[in-house]
């Protein structure tokens, strides 16, 4: 605009134009994308992130009943699954078998057996047996973990538990105490970090083809 009265006045009115149409082109796009975070008095339906929070709210916990966890997508899964084996492992790695070994010791010392093993050296006699007690255990644990049976136990409590209403209604419960834990700014602030960045160049086009607008109303004013 400011370069256009530097030429003559045939051609003044084109760059002038041109120069006008790109700058509202740019500045109603900036002013769309401040508006979507933002609150501008006077402007109606600015700051749409902070104003129908709730509406997002609901939204996100829809799609994620609705594309993630339905009833029918998750007992899909499950049934596409059911030929893989559940591993354990992990689960086993964590056990106390310690614990197990020491209840197994109280429950022969509280026996019949109590008062002949205490004239013997008492629970201390059995201490040689935890190492061999906890090999021997963790072998049959992992063992009867692998075995078809059990797997197809373990598969079907999970299918069940997964399909019920009862886990359906946790799992909304859950969600819905995740998103009250969110406040409007915070969700303002995560999408205006990633909005701002990438819709960037929506003030760059804008007066882009603004400018090209402004550009063919100036040739056909001449």
Known sequence: MAISFLFPNSYQAVIFS???FALSGA???WLAVHMLFEKVPGLHGSGVIVTHFEQFKTGILKMVHE????????????ANKASSPID???ILKNLDL???YDQLVATVMDSSFGGMLGMMGGESALDSMRDPFKTRMSKFLHDAAKSPRFQEAVQAQVQNMTS???FLNRLDTILRERLDELTPEMVRDIMQSMIRKHLGWLVVWGGVF????GL??????L
């Open 210 to 213: 603004g400018g090209l607008i």
């Open 216 to 221: 063919v109303a100036g040739v056909l004013q």
């Open 164 to 166: 019920s209403d009862q």
């Open 18 to 20: 041109t120069g006008l």
């Open 98 to 100: 310690d614990a197990a």
């Open 27 to 29: 500045l109603t796009n």
């Open 88 to 90: 354990l492992e992990p």
């Open 67 to 78: 594309q993630l966890f339905s009833k029918d997508k998750v007992q899909k899964v499950l």
